[in-house]
Structure formats: structure tokens, C-alpha cells
């Protein structure tokens, strides 16, 4: 909070309060839960970076082509953009106070969640047994960083929600534990972000090289 | 929420006074990503555009269009939330990401076409 004070023409000494009014607790969560994304938002872009310079260099080993399944990928784009309205069905009925509705809501989130990680994973290891290993070139080198890095993000997401469901099924809707769902929502919502960037950039984009 | 009592509400912050969205702003967010999702995918999957060139930028554009849409309509960004200060730190993270990525893919771009082959540089000696 800012007060404006007028400039002093006339030269009188101006005072400051040294200290802080206090803030109720939780008063600057999502602002900085928002500038947390901001930085990790960061850490992906430096990754799409690295994925964009290394991602043509195949070493005369597998190229997008003959790797990615633009099904398979429609289907797990398709799960992470359930599980985000989902999760808005949530935040809707956390607003209502409906503990119930909410914690369901939150549960079929988690599951499309799983899904998506049991997707992801499985489509991991059939690169990995065909031998499109992260060690095989420098194009699946930064794929692998960069999808897995996704993939480990919705991941602790999940386990961020189980542990969020206990809270609810504990304490109820306390305002805390609004906020904490509050800021797992931001989470869970930029992650889906991220993976709109994912699935342009590397797998339609590798698919037309 | 309107601006109009975000910008009332603003003077003290309070978790419930963050901007939230209502089931038909949810619903068209939703409606609205599938549609940008799948148009992308089938323009690759079918090569209707018939130029590759032309289908990547097409998709980069909806891309951006279906970041803009889950920014708006899933994050409820807007310019009045905590005074101004989380569109600052996106504008800011913009600014940095386009640097980051249009830097690396341009310079590294320049490096590959000017380096010499190792074969070309064998028979320099």
C-alpha cells in the first residue's frame, strides 16, 4: 500500500512509519506464488531454448518422425486440458463451501493427472526399449529434459493435490486451505501452459520436419 | 469480480478477494482450448496446408492465441489484480523468455551456418 504524499515546498521535515502495519496471514500468498511461476516459467523457456538449438541434431539416430505418436500425444493433451477444467469445477465449489463436490472434483483431477503421467511415461519407455535413450543424441537429450521436466512438475502437482485433499478432508474449507488450493490451482493451470508450448514445439513442430 | 470493487478491495489484500472465475467463463475457456488445440493437430495429422512452413506458423499462432485464452480465462490475469504487480511480473517474464529464446535460436542458428564442416576444414592445411 502506497500513500502519496504531496512534495514539501515549504521544508518542513517529512516522517515515515519505520515499521509495517500488520498483514493478515496469507496476504501476499498469490502474489508471490505468482512470481514462483514467473521463475520456473523461466526455467522452461531455457529448456525450449536448449530443446530449439539441439532439437535437429540426431546424431543418425531417431528423428521425431519415427519416434512420436501424434495420437497418443492428442489423447495426453486432451487429459491435461480435462484435469485443468476439472480443477475449475473444484475452485467452483470451494467458492460454494461444498466440501464434498470439492474434494471429488479434485479426485477426478488427480486422476486425469495420472493419466496423463501414465501416458507420458509409457510413451518413455517404448522410445526408451526401441533405444531412443536420453544418451542417443543430442536431440533426445533435450527432449527428455524437457518433457521430463514437465512430467516431474505434474507429478509434485499430484502429490501437492493428495496432500491438499487430506488438508480439506481434516480441516474443511478453512481460509487456508482455500489459498493453498487457491495456489495449486495457479500451478496445475500453468502447467497446462506449458504444455500447450510442448505440444507445438516439439512434437507437431518435430512431426513437420 | 469487477474492476470496479478489485480496485476498492485492493487497498487491503485478502485471499478471497483474489479474482476468480464463474462457470461460464470457465466453460468458454475450456470450449475455446479444445477448438485451438485440435485445429492444430489436424493440420498436422492431415497436411491440409500442404507447406510445412506455412502449417508451423500457423500452429505457433494458435499456440499463442491458446496461452493467451488459459491466461484470461483459466488464471484470470487481468491488469487490476494485486494493484498491477503479477501483469508486471508476466510482462517482465515475457520480455526475458523472448530474449532467451529468440537470443539462443538466433545466435546458435548463425554459429551452425558459419562453422565449416570438419571434412572443408581437413583440406585447409
Known sequence: ?209 | MNTDTHAAAAAHHHPDQHAHGSLSTYLLGFILSVALTAVPFWLVMSGELGNKQVTALVIMGFAVVQIVVHMVYFLHMNTASENGWTMMALIFTIVMVVIALSGSLWVMHHLTTNMMPIHEMSGMK
Open chain 1, 1 to 209: 500500500m502506497t500513500i502519496s504524499v504531496k512534495p514539501q515546498q515549504t521544508g518542513e521535515p517529512l516522517f515515515y512509519l519505520a515499521d509495517e502495519h500488520p498483514h493478515p496471514e496469507g496476504w501476499s500468498t498469490s502474489l508471490g506464488f505468482w512470481i514462483y511461476l514467473m521463475s520456473d516459467c523461466l526455467v522452461f523457456a531455457i529448456l525450449f531454448a536448449t530443446y530449439g538449438v539441439l532439437g535437429a541434431n540426431y546424431a543418425a539416430g531417431p528423428a521425431p518422425k519415427d519416434l512420436f505418436d501424434l495420437n497418443l500425444v492428442a489423447i495426453n493433451t486432451s487429459m491435461l486440458l480435462l484435469s485443468s477444467i476439472t480443477y475449475g469445477f473444484a475452485m467452483l465449489t470451494m467458492q460454494q463451501g461444498r466440501v464434498g463436490a470439492t474434494q471429488a472434483w479434485l479426485a477426478i483431477t488427480g486422476l486425469f493427472g495420472l493419466a496423463f503421467i501414465g501416458i507420458e511415461l509409457t510413451e518413455f519407455a517404448h522410445m526408451i526399449h526401441e533405444g531412443a535413450t536420453p544418451q542417443r543424441s543430442a536431440f533426445l537429450s533435450s527432449f527428455f529434459t524437457l518433457v521430463g521436466t514437465h512430467g516431474l512438475h505434474v507429478s509434485f502437482g499430484l502429490v501437492w493435490l493428495v496432500t491438499l485433499m487430506t488438508q480439506v478432508w481434516r480441516f474443511g474449507l478453512i481460509e487456508a486451505n482455500q489459498r493453498r488450493l487457491m495456489c495449486l490451482s495457479m500451478f496445475w493451470h500453468f502447467l497446462d501452459v506449458v504444455w500447450i508450448g510442448v505440444f507445438t514445439f516439439v512434437y507437431l513442430m518435430g512431426m513437420l520436419r
